[in-house]
């Protein structure tokens, strides 16, 4: 979709973000409105808004993360929140007690909003079910990363202005990839044409009834592609072995200058971290001219500030008139 101002007459409803299924392209847009608005902010020489000044969001992450973590504690520090960071190890979870127990026992000291990320598939919507507090998933299990996603296709909206009709290849491991599922849904929403590219065994079991095209063969794609984002083996979530050898695997799918002679001139480049350089990407691409990865990193903070702006904007709506799903 093209860039435009967001309609006066359109009002955001969703009081949570839980994924990006379902979500529509007025909505996406108008999210990316938003984003650009407070991206402004990160260049004055006072980085703050008073826009949830007042209002508490608990950090609950109960796997590892840097980027995305720091991303949105930085985010609700910008918005003027206050923030409770949350960590699985030093928490009662280690004595039994619950995802449900601990974050309602953290709602009645008075959070407004969650930010949760879970091993489980669902737990964000879990938490939504149980807990009165917005709740934005920061990626859950195989299902989701939502705003990855919307960070990634706000850069590439950034670079290229329309989505539509671009082709968007995700190579690597998407089985097991929160990140390229979130990327599918919304990319295939706004008009872009998405390939899946990777072995066999690093594809989900139910990719036919995803809106994509499979393809095991990088290089026979690879010149027609307008985005090339590139994903890390996730070797922790994987429990037999899926491809041959690292050599073998690098050969046949890593994002390589020799291979880059084959893409189109201003192809872009992104990944969404951590990168295993050498592995499915050559330090040299990911440090190079067609790279967004830091791009990304800071497109992250604008976009996460929009999340959070918005779904507060949504909780102060009579029920009958959100979404609370």
């Known amino acids: 979709m093209k860039k435009k101002s967001s309609s006066k007459d359109f009002v955001w409803r969703r009081k949570h973000l839980l994924g990006l299924k ?34 508490v969001v608990g950090n609950l992450f109960f796997e590892d993360s840097t980027r995305t973590r720091t991303s949105f504690a930085l985010a609700v520090s910008r918005l003027s929140a206050d923030i409770v960071e949350f960590t699985a190890k030093a928490s009662s979870l280690s004595k039994g007690e619950t995802l449900r127990d601990t974050a309602r026992n953290l709602e009645a000291m008075g959070i407004d909003m969650v ?12 938490l939504s079910q149980c807990i009165d507090a917005c709740v934005i998933n920061a990626g859950d299990g195989y299902h989701e990363h939502p705003t990855q996603g919307l ?5 590439i909206r950034e670079l290229r202005q329309d989505i539509k009709g671009l082709k968007v ?51 026979s794609i690879i010149g027609q592609m307008d985005v090339l ?18 050599l073998e695997y690098s050969r046949l799918f890593a ?11 201003d ?28 791009r990304q990193v800071s497109n992250g903070l604008a ?11 949504a909780s102060k709506l009579p029920a009958d008139e959100r979404i609370d799903s």
């Open 267 to 294: 192809v872009i480049v992104m990944h969404p971290g951590p990168m295993n350089r050498g592995l499915e990407i050559e330090g040299t691409v990911a440090d190079g001219p067609n790279s967004t990865v830091l």
């Open 229 to 246: 984002n590139m994903l890390r083996v996730q070797f922790e979530r994987i429990g037999s072995p899926v491809i041959p050898s690292l």
């Open 151 to 155: 960070l990634d296709i706000f850069t």
């Open 169 to 219: 290849a995700i190579v690597g491991d998407i089985a097991h990839s929160r990140v390229a599922r979130s990327n599918i849904w919304a990319l295939h929403t706004l008009g872009a044409e998405v390939f899946l590219v990777g072995p066999p065994t690093l594809m989900p079991s139910a990719v036919s009834q995803l809106p994509v095209t499979v393809c095991h063969d990088f290089d």
């Open 115 to 126: 930010v949760v990320r879970h091993k489980a598939g669902g737990a964000a919507n879990l």
């Open 303 to 313: 976009v996460r500030m929009a999340v959070l702006f918005l779904v507060n904007q």
């Open 255 to 265: 994002l390589t200058e020799k291979r880059m002679e084959k893409a189109k001139s």
């Open 22 to 55: 379902g979500m529509s392209a007025d909505e996406l847009i108008h999210l990316f409105n938003t984003a650009e608005g407070f991206k402004e902010i990160s260049q004055r020489s006072i980085k703050k808004a008073p826009a949830l000044r007042g209002k």
